[in-house]
């Protein structure tokens, strides 16, 4: 049996965070789509990579930048996402590396 103590100290945080807070980041990283909050009430599917263990949400709108910046010169192969706002407020920038 576990005490709550031990499970307190071996909880590790399942939070995803945003690609914004990878620093800069590979094209050439492998992504899934997962649905997040799985049975609850703001359930939602999104796009997640993994760095070093931790997962990552890429917001669709970073990857219609991408697309958009790639067509036009496709010489990166790195980039790193900027935000900015909050919420509903929230945008992103991608700048090639």
């Known amino acids: 049996m576990t005490t ?3 499970m307190a100290n071996d909880y ?3 939070e995803i965070k945003t690609v914004n807070q990878a620093g800069i980041i590979s ?3 492998e992504t899934i789509e997962k649905v997040l909050n799985e049975g609850k009430q703001d359930e939602f599917s999104a796009i997640i990579t993994e760095i070093d ?3 990552y ?3 669709k709108t970073v990857l219609k930048q991408l697309k958009q910046l790639l067509t036009d010169d496709d010489s990166f192969d790195k980039f790193k996402v900027i935000k900015s706002g909050t919420g509903k407020n929230t945008t992103y920038q ?3 590396k």
């Open 12 to 14: 590790i945080s399942q």
């Open 4 to 6: 709550i103590k031990q």
């Open 53 to 55: 263990g931790v997962e």
């Open 94 to 96: 991608v700048v090639p």
């Open 57 to 59: 949400r890429v917001p």
């Open 27 to 29: 094209l050439d990283l």
